[in-house]
């Protein structure tokens, strides 16, 4: 195996002198819009369509009567702001409808929504494209399919969607309805780029908790073929136990569905065992497709109980008859992770049986460059404000596979927690990470306090909570595709001296290679309502 990392010994020292020579690059480049009053302090903000002409966005929010609504609005790249009526209205006939997703199809976005008959008990799922001139629903609504629920139990999940590489296919999913004691499954509709059907299936797995919902769906994806893929959790126990208890409540199942073949349905469910290492539990896996050769990967992570962990990778058309390949982290790596102090790895979340696959770039040449990052969610219940989530969110690893080898990796320290203290809805949007490739970089941003900018040992790093930043500082890193060097780690934007906080996982790449923002001045006083801001990076 073939590893080029910067050695740990001279880690610190090359760590802290990039950050000390690349910390005054205060918005360099970025041209802001103004700033654009928020519906209300619960707002959600969707990059929905991006081209040369502008960006659709879609905004869901709550009205007078806590009821979530939403809306179109359009700017062009100079963000001059077009708005749509309010709120879109969804349905068929006298039915009224529930939105449930955007998505773009070629030029144009698309809104989805199903309408429940209650008195056929039936419920369809439609979808509109979004009229370009009023910013409403356009023509007549197209109809998907149609779920008919009589003497059963409707579901309440929702429906969800996964899209081609190309475009050229969608598949449409949800859960089936199910009988009071019955296992739930799911139901799939796979069209083509006219939205016609090419197949449907329905998929019940063989596990003991109730219930099967579209949350326990991981991935999804379609290959060149058409073939598609769907990457869920299977419960081992009648409930759904808490996610603190990763590995002992579940296992992964893939499942196959093939149009061509009759819409035959095939199940995985041996993800839970990485061979030779018959007691591996998988913490995290991902699904994607290769452009260049259609080839569909699940690569994930793996622990062992009081031993190290690794990553592993499968090829998902030969799922069925191969064992997933273990890929040890390298000895670097492991090595740095033994020498941190007990106390530290216990208390900052900093083990390696931590890391979540959240990102996978496919190359043109086969290779894979796969982002992951320490997520640990602890769930516990508080007498006055119920169930309770607390997010940490520390290290992110990158590595580059090739021929199910890891060529390099690299690790970028960072703490940051959110959630918990009555927030039952974890604000996610500023944490985590984006990450896309240009020019044979990776490109990496993620938020970091202004007091972590200029420390060399990581392990001094202070956490920053997210759930009300007042130091943020938006912080972009490139790391170069071929050796793994980190070549650059600078803050870009600060939220006092600018102030905006950025959605990392709201950022979006136009066509151009330039950088769409979305962010908020993060306000949670009905005295002092929040505003909406887009920010456009061309960068060097």
Same mark, same amino acid.
């Given at each position: ?266 199940? $995985?469910?041996?993800?839970? @065992?990485?061979?030779?290492? +018959?007691?591996?539990? /998988?913490? %995290?896996?991902? *699904? ?104 940490? $969110?520390?290290?992110?690893? @990158?590595?580059?596979?090739? +021929?199910?080898?890891? /060529?390099? %990796?690299?690790? *970028? ?128």
């Amino acid at each position: 195996m073939t590893v080029s990392t910067t050695n740990w010994k001279y880690r610190m020292p090359l760590l802290g002198a990039i950050i000390l020579m690349a910390t005054t690059a205060w918005a360099q480049g970025i041209e802001w819009s103004a700033k654009y009053p928020m519906n209300s302090i619960f707002n959600k903000n969707e990059f929905i369509q991006a081209s040369r002409d502008g960006f659709y966005v879609l905004q869901n929010y709550k009205d007078a009567n806590y009821y979530y609504q939403q809306n179109i609005s359009f700017y062009t790249l100079k963000f001059e702001k077009r708005e749509g009526a309010k709120p879109i209205k969804f349905g068929e006939g006298k039915s009224k409808g529930n939105y449930q997703f955007a998505f773009s199809k070629g030029s144009l976005p698309y809104l989805a929504y199903s309408v429940d008959e209650m008195a056929r008990q039936k419920e369809t799922l439609f979808i509109n494209p979004v009229e370009s001139s009023s910013l409403g629903l356009g023509g007549a609504p197209i109809k998907i399919f149609e779920i008919d629920y009589k003497d059963k139990i409707k579901p309440k999940g929702g429906y969800r969607y996964c899209a081609s590489p190309d475009g050229s296919r969608f598949l449409f999913y949800g859960q089936m309805p199910y009988e009071k004691k019955a296992k739930g499954g799911f139901y799939l509709h796979l069209v083509d780029a006219k939205l016609e059907a090419l197949g449907e299936g329905v998929v019940f797995l063989k596990q003991a908790a109730n219930i099967l919902t579209v949350s326990d769906v991981v991935d999804a994806v379609i290959d060149d073929n058409g073939l598609v893929y769907l990457l869920c959790k299977m419960y081992k126990g009648k409930d759904k136990k808490e996610e603190k208890k990763i590995g002992k409540r579940f296992v992964y199942s893939l499942i196959q569905m093939d149009y061509k073949a009759k819409t035959k349905v095939q199940i $995985l469910d041996t993800l839970k @065992v990485l061979f030779p290492k +018959d007691s591996a539990v /998988v913490v %995290s896996a991902k *699904l994607s497709v290769n452009r260049t050769s259609g080839m569909v990967r699940c690569i994930g992570t793996y622990k062992l109980p009081n031993q190290k962990a690794g990553l592993f990778t499968l090829n998902a058309q030969q799922a069925f008859v191969e064992m997933p390949v273990v890929m040890d982290y390298p000895a670097e790596i492991l090595d740095f992770e033994a020498k941190i102090p007990r106390k530290i790895k216990q208390q900052q979340r900093l083990s390696l049986s931590n890391y979540k696959i959240k990102s996978i770039f496919e190359q043109a040449d086969g290779t894979q460059i796969v982002v992951a990052e320490q997520h640990y969610i602890n769930v516990y219940w508080d007498k006055s404000e119920g169930r309770q989530e607390q997010h940490q $969110l520390n290290n992110i690893l @990158v590595a580059k596979i090739r +021929d199910q080898k890891i /060529v390099w %990796s690299k690790v *970028l320290a960072k703490r940051q927690k959110a959630g918990a203290e009555g927030y039952t809805n974890v604000p996610g949007k500023l944490y985590s990470f984006y990450a896309f490739l240009k020019d044979g970089n990776i490109h990496l941003l993620y938020n970091e306090m202004k007091a972590n900018l200029e420390l060399t040992d990581e392990f001094q790093l202070q956490k920053g909570y997210y759930n009300k930043p007042k130091d943020c500082y938006l912080v972009h890193c490139t790391i170069d595709l071929n050796s793994g060097i980190l070549k650059t780690k600078e803050s870009i934007l600060g939220l006092k001296e600018a102030g905006i906080a950025v959605y990392p996982q709201e950022t979006k790449v136009l066509e151009d290679g330039s950088v769409l923002f979305g962010g908020v001045k993060p306000e949670y006083s009905l005295k002092q309502p929040s505003y909406i801001r887009f920010g456009r990076w061309v960068l060097d």
